[in-house]
């Protein structure tokens, strides 16, 4: 028997809420958020993230005034709407963005953090593995992309005797190989 966690129960309700509501709802994935928990704004406001978690790239649907004060101090910066960090260019020489014509569609300074963060430290990732071979005539994010969609990740393999002293342990793998499904699956295979 499957023991149902909080969150198969919320999925479920969420899948059920999306398909009675989808129409009624705007804004895609945060529309159905919204309308899902609709009232996290007023339950237990010790819950919510300080605004330094939760800034918007763009100061229009930011409170202006606490964006003034706590910009710099940015955790979190989600890149709303359809115009992206990597939608533009960066000279890793110069630390330059090009492409970047209107400060309100997306803040100059968030865009040039995140184009040093990714040249920084995911960029020697990429180059390390073979996935991007020259940088010296800038970096162009969709090329980029299109190289890292090419990847193939795969988990570390374990022994089965090391998967087993995890279980043991209480290092249970339950999102991979001791999943619900795969577990149901095993057994299934045996009584068959």
């Known amino acids: 028997m499957h ?3 909080l969150k198969d129960v919320l999925s479920l309700q ?7 509501f989808f129409f009624f709802l705007s804004g895609g994935d945060q529309g159905l958020l919204n309308s899902f928990f609709s009232s996290w704004a007023t339950t237990d406001i010790n819950k919510h993230l300080p605004f330094v978690y939760n800034l918007s790239s763009v100061s229009t649907y930011s409170y202006l005034p606490a964006f003034k004060v706590f910009g710099a101090n ?8 359809r115009i992206k960090p990597w939608h533009f260019s960066f000279d890793p020489k110069t630390k330059s963005v090009s492409g970047m014509h209107d400060p309100a569609v997306v803040q100059p300074e968030f865009l040039k953090l995140w184009w040093e963060t990714f040249s920084t430290r995911i ?17 162009k994010a969709e090329e980029i992309a299109e190289a890292v969609s090419q990847l193939s990740i795969e988990a570390p393999t374990i ?9 043991e342990q ?3 793998d339950y999102m991979g ?6 577990i149901k699956r095993r057994l299934d295979s045996f009584l068959k």
């Open 14 to 20: 969420m899948m059920a809420f999306s398909t009675t």
């Open 3 to 5: 023991a149902f966690k």
């Open 74 to 81: 940015a955790k979190v910066v989600h890149f709303l709407g």
């Open 177 to 182: 190989e001791d999943s619900f499904e795969n």
């Open 170 to 172: 209480g290092q249970i």
């Open 123 to 139: 960029l020697p990732l990429l180059t390390e593995h073979g996935v991007v071979k020259d940088t010296s005539s800038g970096l």
């Open 159 to 167: 022994s089965s005797e090391e998967r087993k002293e995890r279980w």
